[in-house]
């Protein structure tokens, strides 16, 4: 029986195009895309370390297995001077070591020392990373309360300066006791032409043969000396 042939895996990742052909408006429709990776419960590996997924983001320097040079409780401001301190005098050393006799073999613990001394500053500093993004966060919020009473103060001055415009224009129209003399005047005077002209428009009763037939009557009256 022939062996099955090996399946050749790339230790690299898909390009991103791939990935992006993977999710598009149809594949996402249909339910046909990738779902997301499950979430890490123990281990994972990171950088050739081992890391736990409970571990706290800052380890003790005992899970890590080095010494610890300095106590449980202490101030960190001073410890990091003492370190610094340390750090000169064992470089110091070093260099003597390499002067007077290279091939020491306490060259090597000096190397040792100055790399015991670099981890322990670089945890204390670690250790304020969390004190860091406080103060970070802090600085960001208040840099934003301030924008925003920047922004509701000019709001508020473009205000008063609408306000003032709206109160001169109402100061500028004319006074309403007098406009309504005006108006009640220009009401009377179109009342009367309306008056004269509705009577200059009324019609005559009398039809044109009644007024002749009229006038006929009392032509013969005044004639016969009626009157």
């Known amino acids: 029986m022939a062996a099955p042939e090996a399946i050749q895996v790339s230790s690299l990742p898909l390009p991103p195009v791939q990935y992006i052909n993977l ?72 260099i003597d070591l390499l002067v007077q006799c290279p091939d020491s073999p306490r060259r090597a ?14 945890h204390l500093l670690n250790e304020f990373r969390p004190h860091q993004a406080r103060e970070t966060l802090r600085v960001m919020m208040e840099l934003q309360r301030r924008q925003r009473i920047e922004t509701a103060l000019r709001f508020q001055k473009h205000l008063e300066k609408v306000q003032e415009i709206l109160q001169h224009a109402l ?10 003399s005006k108006l009640a005047i220009n009401t009377d005077a179109m009342e009367s032409v309306d008056n004269l002209g509705s009577e200059q428009q009324t019609p005559d009763p009398c039809s044109p043969s009644d007024r002749i037939m009229c006038k006929t009557i009392d032509d013969m009256i005044s004639t016969n000396g009626l009157y």
């Open 171 to 180: 100061q500028m129209l004319p006074d309403t006791s007098e406009l309504d």
């Open 109 to 122: 613990e000096k190397v040792e020392d100055l790399s015991l001394l670099f981890i322990h500053i670089h």
């Open 23 to 94: 999710y598009t408006d149809e594949n996402v429709r249909r339910g046909r895309a990738p779902r997301p990776p499950p979430p890490i419960h123990d281990s994972y590996s990171m950088f050739g370390n081992v890391f736990n997924a409970d571990d706290t983001i800052i380890r003790p320097l005992e899970a890590q297995g080095i010494k610890r040079l300095y106590p449980q409780h202490f101030d960190r401001r001073r410890e990091l001077k003492k370190l610094n301190h340390s750090l000169l005098v064992n470089f110091l050393d070093l």
